[in-house]
T-cell receptor, first 112, second 113 residues
């Protein structure tokens, strides 16, 4: 199993550009989440999904959209990138029978 | 706002010594987890302790939980250079679900050879 995969590993955007961060898991986990990690701030939850077709907002959802059309994929969309969205983004998944979250390797995003 | 707060923010020790990191939280929890993050990598789950447990062991790891003080500690015994990483506590809130964890800011552990 590949676990949780994320693409791209690194991306540079200009202010106002849009892009999609990809996340996929092959463990048949029901739950998937997106976090951002900033220096000195730990991880903060952006959006999460409890199953295909169901998403909800986390702690810092503004400027981001998500969708969950399949169990495996949970893309994160930046509609109009801002420098404040410069961060490292982590996708995670977990099953309904375990509290353990499995993390992807992260996407480092720089918005100029 | 952050639920968990680790202490210290940074810790530097010699190989073979024990490392202790602490985590405090604010509200009632269902479970508390510790994760490790190597530089530039994703987080890896280490150990979970439930609110009705007081101590748990896994290899060289020992976790304690004091719900009356809303605090937890992670002890790594006989540390190795490979233990150098950031360590995060994460809390699952009472009445919450498996998918919503709140992370602290982390402790950066450096183990010197």
């Amino acid at each position: 199993n590949a676990g949780v995969t994320q693409t791209p590993k690194f991306q540079v955007l200009k202010t106002g550009q849009s892009m999609t961060l990809q996340c996929a898991q092959d463990m048949n986990h029901e739950y998937m989440s997106w976090y951002r990690q900033d220096p000195g701030m730990g991880l903060r939850l952006i959006h999460y999904s409890v199953g295909a077709g169901i998403t909800d907002q986390g702690e810092v959802p503004n400027g981001y959209n998500v969708s969950r059309s399949t169990t495996e994929d949970f893309p994160l969309r930046l509609l109009s990138a801002a420098p404040s969205q410069t961060s490292v983004y982590f996708c995670a998944s977990s099953s309904s029978v375990s509290e353990t979250q499995y993390f992807g390797p992260g996407t480092r995003l720089l918005v100029l | 706002s952050q639920q968990g707060e680790e202490d210290p923010q940074a810790l530097s020790i010699q190989e073979g010594e024990n490392a202790t990191m602490n985590c405090s939280y604010k509200t009632s929890i269902n479970n508390l987890q510790w994760y490790r993050q190597n530089s530039g990598r994703g987080l890896v789950h280490l150990i979970l302790i439930r609110s009705n447990e007081r101590e748990k062991h896994s290899g060289r790891l020992r976790v304690t939980l004091d719900t009356s003080k809303k605090s937890s500690s992670l002890l790594i015994t006989a540390s190795r250079a490979a233990d150098t990483a950031s360590y995060f506590c994460a809390t699952g809130l009472s009445g919450g679900s498996n998918y919503k964890l709140t992370f602290g800011k982390g402790t950066l552990l450096t183990v010197n050879p």
